[in-house]
């Protein structure tokens, strides 16, 4: 038995990295899974790698309307839906200290990365409800609790908004057999991210020496965390600031 068999999962984001990952990963374990993403060809490339059962639907999880339709999709496609993962987020190069930072790209960050899972909660809430619960994981960052030089103004403030989010959701809604959490990856391993250290040793050292494992992690990793989250083995996590940051958040002083 798969730990999601019979659950219905909409994943935002899904068209690549932690997100393609969920989804082939949720297939596997048994759940049906709309594969959402902002680029259609992107999430029927994700749909191609699944082993069970999914559907690619291409959204801008900054609309409203859209959102809306998504939901509606999968629960005509699947009868209902038990898991939001909203995963769908921005970190554009133009997003820097709040001194270098326009209002456009503070805009646009906050409309996909706070707004969005705003829309994606607001929407799926009403279906997990119609199932009579479910899980709702809401992707945050470690950036939401510490603070850095290296500043990315925009996406630490929406990732903050999507903890405050979090919190507020998972206590309202609790009686009515609904947990949500704040999953808090740490610094992940991206071909993007691979490409700008490798471009900037220095600064990537100076990210490294923070991290107390001493190396970045794996989509997977992230993604194992969110399996656990959606299945039922964390029914009794609800509210959480769900950290998988090789400690990063933990450290004053890392080894030499």
Not at 78 to 92: E, H, K, Q, R, T
Not at 100 to 113: I, Y
Request: glycine share 10%; aromatic share 6%.
């Amino acid at each position: 038995m798969g730990r999601l068999d019979g659950k219905v999962a909409v994943i935002t984001g899904a068209g690549g990295g932690m997100g393609r990952e969920a989804a082939i990963l949720f297939t596997r374990e048994g759940a049906q899974v709309c594969v959402a993403d902002i680029a259609g060809d992107a999430a029927q490339e994700t749909v191609a790698l699944c082993d069970g059962e999914s559907f690619a639907f291409e959204v801008d999880v900054a609309e409203d309307d859209q959102v809306a339709a998504v939901m509606q999709a999968t629960t005509e496609r699947f009868g209902g839906i038990d898991v939001l993962y909203n995963n769908a987020g921005i970190s554009p190069p133009d997003d820097a200290g709040i001194l270098e930072t326009s209002v456009d790209a503070w805009e646009r960050v906050l409309a996909v990365n706070a707004t969005g899972v705003f829309l994606c909660c607001k929407h799926g809430i009403p279906h997990l409800l119609q199932r009579g619960g479910g899980s709702v994981v809401n992707v945050a960052s470690f950036v939401a609790l510490v603070g850095a030089a290296t500043s990315q103004i925009s996406y630490t403030a929406s990732k903050g908004a999507v903890l405050a989010l979090s919190r507020e959701l998972a206590v309202q809604f609790a009686r009515d057999g609904i947990r949500v959490n704040a999953l808090c990856p740490g610094t992940v391993e991206t071909p993007l991210l691979q490409r700008i250290w490798r471009d900037d040793p220095e600064a990537a050292q100076r990210r490294l020496v923070h991290i107390p494992v001493g190396r970045l992690a794996q989509p997977r990793e992230i993604v194992n965390a969110a399996l656990f989250l959606a299945s039922d083995e964390s029914s009794y996590v609800n509210g959480a600031t769900f950290l998988v940051d090789g400690g990063i958040t933990a450290a004053y002083v890392t080894p030499e």
